[in-house]
């Protein structure tokens, strides 16, 4: 798969996650859909050197004591029929073998999702798994859940034996999103699993991460048992009460994607990746409830104003929450703590934390000098979903161009340059001549530069000293064209690369197909889309006995979730969810496939699926009060679009403050139109918190309220917004 639309990307997580990008060279980029590349920026002094690639959607690694790296990969295939891998990168080096592979449910935001290293794997070399199961775990009975599973690794081979797979803890709830993903020991032994909310309804009654009867949406600690399953540490905060699961140590997460264990403090703190207004870092307390659904980051949910509403007593605010710009979005995806002497002195006992979504990494002391975000350390640092400490730095998981890299400090005197790259066209037919541009590559000590181009095609690599090349391909390919710069004295920028196809056959066609209303082209929530392969006449070139390959995003604002990844076969399914996903309509799949030549050539197209789009909006009467939308907040009758058949939750506050009084809410009106009309016949909905299907008409949904009384000192009781 090509990086387009690599850019868009995060909340895997809530939404987090990743683009699939195919095996490039050396270096840490971004590629857009215009054919540019932009270098890592670093504070002076900091380089990043690339440890490997080749990885495919890699989510999380382990580094072990002998110096290798374990890494998991999210999994490729169809649903429940995925297959998830881990790999082994010895001496720098990724081994084509895979240590294991292991069935699992690879859908969306779900596969082989975390990793941690059991306390004492110097002498028993085990490792653990977080992953959701696959048709053919041990025990599948129909339905994937979140299982923990200690695998044993073979450190002479490389390898690991899936048959060998030991149950620790089984039956967490699973969905397509939300299934966390933190493993870390602490000292003693114990274990700390943070589990997502399994996307369940943002329904304050229907949401499992309050439940205390529920896995989801928790911070569960255990200790593992050789033999299998675990035992219950006795200092849990329910282990005494029959209404409560004992493995709960915290609880009110959303998607609590990562966490880590602090030796220096004795402390967990954990990532969770938020909605829409906030991403959190919170300290781990026992019996802590984090608020979710009712609150996100330091306010009630849905609401961005950092002067907002503190939590009551009930509730634990985040250590360290920053606020996220609407129609941006945001996904906190990887933190570490660098105790080491390799940074300088400043950065000893940092907490470093990355955003997948921006792609940036920043640092905070703890407790933090502004809990609303810490200090901005680094830009186009691709899209983390791990960062691991050592003494030598900071070593980086980018799920999205599936490579390892190490951040570390020199006091060398001369700083590397920074490089751009740009190029068009990037596709078309031979002979195709390519115009490259280094333009606005930079060097911090003011020294020349000249700009060294491999053009992948196994011509000769070319120096020169202006920013600006040209080359023709002469032959039909899938080619890496990769640019390094260098000062005058030797120091080298990151090599950045783009990828040019060259191919002068005629491109392969998708015939889309909907199963539920045959014809239409938008989709709505519920259908179920059928995609076909189909080779144009003129194309008698592609290879029809060679597996045809599919992938599905679904792009939202700008980021992007992996629906599908490597499905083998002449066509694909897409079933379109009811659930909304987002107070907005901002959102589309994408639908690429993958076809080859006879001699090997890698032929790509892709297709866009938009959804149908209707004028919502949500008000109440007889005054002006802010409504929420899928738990977002939004002004009294501000319109919004939304998808049909979706569903979204409406909420309006418990009482209204208006000129002749104050006002109890009594029911929602749905109608045509705003203000209503005298002639029509509204639809009546008689909870406060009332989930909607779209239809494919415009709607108004009001909130009509009844007459308490006047609103004066002596009888004005306390306005309730209906949040906490």
């Avoid at 169809?78 to 592979?101: W, Y």
């Avoid at 979903?385 to 980086?396: I, Q």
């Amino acid at each position: 798969m090509n990086c387009s639309g690599l850019l868009r990307m995060s909340r895997w997580l809530g939404c987090a996650f990743w683009v699939l990008c195919g095996l490039l060279p050396t270096g840490v980029y971004a590629q857009d859909e215009l054919g540019q590349a932009a270098a890592a920026a670093l504070p002076p002094g900091f380089a990043l050197q690339t440890v490997t690639g080749g990885l495919h959607l890699p989510t999380d690694m382990a580094l072990l004591p002998s110096g290798d790296i374990l890494a998991l990969e999210k999994g490729r295939g169809d649903r429940e029929a995925g297959v998830g891998q881990v790999r082994l990168v010895r001496q720098g080096v990724l081994r084509p073998e895979p240590v294991m592979a292991l069935s699992a449910n690879v859908y969306l935001d779900s596969g082989l999702l975390a990793l941690a290293l059991d306390p004492d794997f110097a002498d028993n070399h085990a490792f653990y798994i977080w992953y959701g199961t696959g048709k053919d775990s041990p025990g599948w009975t129909g339905e994937s859940v979140n299982r923990l599973s200690r695998f044993i690794f073979d450190p002479l081979t490389g390898t690991a034996d899936p048959r060998g797979e030991t149950i620790i803890l089984d039956g967490v709830t699973w969905s397509d999103m939300h299934n966390g993903g933190g493993l870390s020991f602490d000292d003693a032994g114990n274990l700390l699993i943070t589990t997502g909310d399994a996307a369940a309804s943002l329904h304050p009654q229907e949401n499992l991460a309050p439940k205390l009867t529920s896995l989801n949406g928790k911070a569960l600690r255990i200790r593992p048992r050789a033999e299998g399953g675990y035992t219950v540490p006795a200092g849990n905060p329910f282990v005494n009460r029959s209404d409560a699961r004992p493995e709960i140590y915290a609880f009110g997460l959303r998607n609590p994607f990562r966490a880590v264990w602090r030796a220096a403090d004795q402390r967990w703190y954990a990532l969770d990746v938020g909605l829409d207004a906030w991403e959190e870092i919170n300290v781990i307390r026992p019996g802590a409830n984090y608020g979710w659904p009712l609150r996100e980051g330091p306010c009630p949910i849905g609401v961005r104003d950092p002067d907002c509403e503190p939590a009551g007593s009930q509730y634990t605010d985040p250590m360290l929450a920053y606020p996220l710009a609407p129609g941006v979005g945001g996904a906190v995806t990887a933190l570490a703590f660098y105790e080491g002497n390799g940074f300088p002195a400043e950065y000893r006992g940092k907490l470093f934390y990355a955003d997948l979504n921006s792609r940036w990494i920043a640092v905070t002391s703890v407790p933090p000098e502004n809990p609303r975000g810490g200090e901005l350390f680094a830009t186009e640092v691709g899209m983390l979903v791990d960062m691991e400490a050592t003494a030598s730095g900071l070593y980086l998981l980018d799920i999205a161009s599936g490579r390892i890299s190490l951040l570390y400090y020199s006091s060398a005197d001369n700083r590397p340059p920074v490089a751009q790259l740009a190029a068009a066209p990037l596709v078309g037919s031979a002979p195709l001549e390519v115009h490259f541009s280094a333009a606005g590559s930079q060097d911090a000590d003011d020294l020349g530069l000249t700009y060294h181009w491999d053009f992948g095609d196994g011509s000769q690599p070319v120096t020169t000293a202006l920013p600006t090349v040209s080359h023709l391909y002469q032959a039909d390919g899938n080619y890496q064209a990769t640019l390094a710069v260098r000062d005058l004295r030797g120091a080298e920028s990151e090599t950045l690369a783009l990828a040019i196809t060259v191919y002068s056959g005629e491109f392969p066609a998708i015939a889309q197909e909907n199963l539920v209303e045959p014809g239409r082209s938008l989709y709505q929530g519920g259908d179920r889309i059928r995609f076909r392969a189909q080779r144009q006449a003129g194309s008698a070139d592609l290879d029809a006995t060679l597996p045809y390959f599919w992938d599905v995003e679904l792009h939202h604002n700008q980021h992007v979730h992996p629906v599908l990844s490597q499905v083998a076969g002449d066509e694909v399914l897409l079933e379109i969810p009811v659930e909304s996903h987002g107070e907005d309509a901002n959102l589309w799949y994408r639908i690429y496939l993958t076809m080859q030549t006879a001699s090997g050539q890698q032929v790509r197209i892709h297709q866009d699926l938009h959804p149908q789009v209707v004028a919502v909006q949500a008000a109440t009467w007889p005054g002006a009060a802010p409504v929420y939308v899928n738990q977002v907040q939004r002004a009294s009758g501000e319109p919004f679009q939304a998808v049909v058949g979706q569903r979204y939750l409406l909420e309006a506050p418990a009482t209204l403050l208006y000129a002749e009084g104050v006002g109890e809410f009594a029911y929602w009106v749905v109608a045509e139109g705003w203000p209503l009309q005298a002639a029509e016949a509204p639809v009546i909905l008689s909870e406060r918190q009332a989930t909607v299907t779209i239809g494919p008409a415009p709607k108004s949904y009001v909130a009509f309220y009844r007459y308490l009384g006047p609103a004066h000192r002596t009888w004005l009781p306390r306005i309730e917004t209906g949040q906490p």
